[in-house]
């Protein structure tokens, strides 16, 4: 039976979850992931996790954050006044907005807190800072 290796595109199914057991993405519900190994598509915990597996065969491991997201970055966090925001933007905690790059690349900004006249945005991943378990079914090779 042959193995997943550098090259190969892969279907993956997966559950994610975090340290306490809340559940973040699964793909059950869902076409099955498909990526290519060594094509750095994935964070590079899953895909070293993906390396070696035979069709049909599970795992489940947790990668450390670092291998993730990175660690939650605490000079990602910006306090900006209510008027930079777009206009007819109420912001909320817990809402996404995306901003632009000096790039010109978009990027995602969580609000974390909102009071009269600042915003907290977050521009770290969701899920910086955890450690991310999962259940992966490798599902196809090619």
């Known amino acids: ?9 892969v279907r993956i199914h997966y559950t994610g979850t975090l340290d ?4 973040f993405d699964t793909s059950r519900q869902r076409e099955p992931l ?11 915990g899953f895909e070293k ?4 597996m035979s069709v049909g065969q599970s795992k489940k491991f947790t990668i450390p954050c670092a291998e993730a997201y990175g660690e939650h970055n605490a000079e990602l ?12 933007v109420e912001p909320a905690p ?13 990027f ?20 910086a800072g955890q450690d991310l378990t999962f259940e992966i ?3 196809a090779i090619g």
């Not at 039976?1 to 595109?9: F, I, L, R, T, V």
């Not at 996790?49 to 070696?52: D, E, K, P, V, W």
């Not at 817990?94 to 978009?106: F, H, I, K, V, Y």
Request: glycine share 14%.
């Open 1 to 9: 039976m042959s193995q997943a290796k550098d090259g190969d595109s």
């Open 20 to 23: 306490d057991g809340t559940l």
């Open 34 to 44: 498909e990526f290519t190994l060594g094509s750095g598509m994935v964070i590079p």
């Open 49 to 52: 996790a993906a390396l070696g």
């Open 77 to 88: 966090i910006y306090v900006v006044d209510r008027a930079e925001l777009p206009e007819g």
């Open 94 to 106: 817990g809402m996404a907005l995306e901003a632009q790059g000096p790039d010109g690349q978009p």
């Open 108 to 127: 995602r900004l969580n609000v974390t807190a909102v009071d009269e006249g600042t915003v907290t945005l977050d521009a770290n991943h969701p899920l």
């Open 137 to 139: 079914e490798l599902m």
